[in-house]
């Protein structure tokens, strides 16, 4: 079992920035895809931004050159930069990791919240 712990959302402005952190724990021995995710009241969950362990990239069209994911494989946390906010970009963010050697297994966290006023 992996258990997430998601942080870093909030309020902000327009044009603004925050730094999302999910930080993964328990059975961390083979975490291979991280990721996130978010869903806006109303909408379906769509993926934001993913990495793999080699540290490719993958961004949605409505991120590209505004966030950044990263990730930190020795301390088993993933996160995202994310720049010149808009009143859009609302949502609930949610952590995604895939783990397992023989076989996948996928997780999610709680999820955080994050405003943009216009």
């Known amino acids: 079992q992996v258990q997430l712990v998601e942080s870093g959302g909030g309020w902000v402005q327009a044009g603004g920035s925050l730094t999302l952190s999910c930080a993964a724990s328990?059975?961390?021995?083979?975490?291979?895809?991280m990721g996130w995710y978010r869903q806006a009241p109303g909408k379906q969950r769509e993926l934001v931004a993913s990495?793999?362990?080699?540290?490719?990239?993958n961004y949605a069209d409505f991120v590209k050159g505004r966030f950044t994911i990263s990730r930190d494989n020795t301390k088993n946390i993933v996160y995202l930069q994310m720049n010149s906010l808009k009143p859009e970009d609302t949502a609930v963010y949610y952590c995604?990791?895939?783990?397992?050697?023989?076989?996948?297994?996928?997780?999610w966290g709680q999820g955080t919240q994050v405003t943009v006023s216009s």
């Open positions: 328990g059975s961390t021995f083979r975490i291979n895809l």
């Open positions: 995604n990791i895939h783990a397992g050697a023989l076989r996948d297994y996928e997780y």
């Open positions: 990495i793999t362990r080699g540290g490719m990239k």
